[in-house]
């Protein structure tokens, strides 16, 4: 185990980069709340029909954030991790790892979040790149794009509806 605590490598993910962009239909202010406040992201994080019974989310360079998000088979998919940069409202770079029932990093990804204006709409941007995967790592990681479509649809759903209850 090497000193980031993540197991040895698996060559098949590990430098395996995504980039998933969506235009959503809610001002950049307003998004960007939603990404950086534990109690939203708490709302909208993770795959349909995923809830999340834990999120602490403590944005600041060297702050760490943990989420156990709930399938709803009943299954815990735990992770944590470290934010590395927080521009607002334009940028968050962090990295994210999935923990394993022992609470060991099974894998280890580089996140970094774009936001853009495009009038009162967000072009939001997500780029995310394998730094470490070890044993057990596979199925999440063969799921990543999957997982990040579903969870920027909930983001722009969760938005678009603090934007409507903010006009009404």
Request: aromatic share 8%; net charge negative; hydrophobic share 40%.
């Amino acid at each position: 185990m090497g000193a980031s605590g993540a197991r040895s490598s698996d060559a098949s993910h590990a430098g395996k980069d995504l980039t998933i962009t969506r235009l959503l239909d809610a001002p950049r202010a307003m998004v960007f709340k939603a990404w950086t406040d534990a109690k939203h992201v708490a709302q909208w994080w993770g795959p349909h029909e995923f809830t999340n019974p834990r999120c602490e989310w403590d944005l600041r360079p060297g702050g760490e954030m943990r989420i156990d998000m709930l399938g709803p088979d009943g299954m815990v998919f735990a992770m944590s991790g470290v934010f590395h940069e927080v521009v607002e409202p334009e940028r968050i770079v962090y990295t994210n790892s999935g923990l394993d029932e022992d609470g060991e990093k099974t894998f280890e990804i580089l996140v970094t979040v774009r936001f853009v204006e495009q009038g009162r709409k967000t072009v939001v941007s997500v780029h995310s790149r394998v730094l470490r995967a070890g044993p057990g790592a596979e199925k999440y990681l063969a799921e990543m794009e999957m997982g990040w479509t579903q969870c920027i649809e909930r983001l722009g759903e969760f938005a678009g509806r603090e934007t409507l209850e903010k006009r009404t």
